[in-house]
Nanobody, 116 residues
Framework: QVHILESGGGLVQPGGSLRLSCAAS????????MKWYRQAPGKERELVAS????????NYSDSVKGRFGITRDNDHYTVYLQMNSLKPEDTAKYYC?????????WGQGTQVTVSA
């Protein structure tokens, strides 16, 4: 069963925008903190943004603060990552994550490439 499915990646020019979506199953989404990670080739996976179960609390890595926004739609079990003012160093595969107790849910990721 697929619990997490990311979409919305693509090729964009520097300075452009993309919105990633993460559709989750109820068990992966409801009541859980949702997170976006990214991993560039040859680098470790890094936490980009997180959002509390109510959506009232968000956190961002310093590298994306002020440019990215994470939101969630609790009625449709979906979390979004709005990415603005994209830079080449934002190029990575972006993953949505949730955990319920000891169980971690990961998607297959969506590729974001920022290049002229």
């Amino acid at each position: 069963q697929v619990h997490i499915l990311e979409s919305g990646g693509g090729l964009v020019q520097p300075g452009g925008s993309l919105r990633l979506s993460c559709a989750a199953s109820r068990i992966a989404f409801a009541g859980n903190v949702m997170k976006w990670y990214r991993q560039a080739p040859g680098k470790e996976r890094e936490l980009v943004a997180s959002i509390s179960n109510t959506g009232h609390t968000t956190n961002y890595s310093d590298s994306v603060k002020g440019r990215f926004g994470i939101t969630r739609d609790n009625d449709h079990y979906t979390v979004y990552l709005q990415m603005n003012s994209l830079k080449p160093e934002d190029t990575a595969k972006y993953y949505c994550h949730a955990n319920r107790g000891p169980v971690n849910y990961w998607g297959q990721g969506t590729q974001v490439t920022v290049s002229a």
